[in-house]
């Protein structure tokens, strides 16, 4: 079977050259591993010539401890003894590096598994440490890894400036079809990072891949992201965090389950059969979550089996899903769209933040059809397919 080359492959070969007599900083989590499993923090202690200074830790931490939305603190790594800076404290200023951090540093590498969604996290902490990294320069490495969902099919709309946040920080489209080195070029080329930017690609990864056709092992990325099928249904399934209904945390397969005590499964499955979703069937399913919405209490709702992922559309299945929800939840206090503050905004609903625009709610709230909820989307992705163009780094087809 093939197998794709990471960019932390490509270095490992090379033996780190391009980080020799260099005092270096890394951001890194869990999926920062190499084909034989040893962790770049490790790889880079040992490395010769080589200076590790410090580590950075998204969302989640370096180690990946920590659940979503939960603020890590600054520590020292167990295995490598260097300090561990945290980008996911209780603020927005806390996402960016300060600038006393990166004194001193002659390098910072950028090496965590994307999944391909705008809602996570990851690429705008790398975008705010370019950010960073430009102002104190410092030149900025990533080395590139696949998007799990392939890197053709784009989806969704744009976010709009009023829907800014750390769920979609910049302009993207739900799935945007891109790599973090690719979108590194991006952000720095349109956001004026002035950033000394080097993508080290992968080598062997075609646009179309999905995860499975890279010989790669999937590593967890984050707690509720266990396996490829949770990434592919993520785009649109990360939408039920803006709403009362679980979206399966705290159950083996988040995102691909979802439900609430209140829901009639029947009379949910019948409303997305009239919706011919394509490459998707819908499955009966009870859930009792061990945290998060419900903790403890027992759910009914479906389970998403995609049956033909280059058809599969998750953004359309999960606006559909969640305007069923809404139909199906009136009277009783029963669905509600989530209230309390989300990723640093308390002054926008969570599912606008997320959907990047107030149509969607309003228009569920009105009783559109979904066409029309999803009105003016596929113009936005047509427009930021040719504005992405210049910053691919991957060819389509062997």
Known sequence: MRRVKTGLDVWVEQGFAPLKGKRVGAIVNPTSVDSRFRHLADLLAQAPGVKLAALFGPEHGVRGEA?????????RDRRTGVPVYSLYGSTFESL??????????DALVFDIQDV?????????TMALAMKAAGKAKVPFYVLDRPNPLNGVTIEGNLVGERYRSFVGLYPLP????????ELARLFNDEQGFGCELTVVPMQGWRREDFWSDTGLPFISPSPNMPTPDTALVYPGMCQGEGTNVSEGRGTCRPFEQFGAPWVDTDALLARLEREKLPGVAFRA???TPTFDKYKGESCNGAFIHVTDRNAFLPLRTGLAIFQALYE????????AWRGD???FVDDVPAFDLLCGTDQV????????PLDRLMEGFDAQARDFAKRRERHLLYAQGS
């Open 328 to 335: 199906l939840g009136q009277g009783g206090g029963r669905f």
């Open 67 to 75: 659940q979503y939305m939960v603020a890590v603190g600054e520590s």
């Open 96 to 105: 960016s590096p300060r600038p006393e951090w990166l004194q001193g540093l």
């Open 116 to 124: 391909g969604s705008r809602y996570y996290t990851y690429v705008y």
């Open 174 to 181: 739900n799935r945007h079809g891109m790599t973090a080195g």
């Open 285 to 287: 399913v009870g859930f």
């Open 341 to 343: 503050a989300y990723e």
């Open 361 to 368: 709610r309003e228009g569920i709230e009105a009783g559109w």
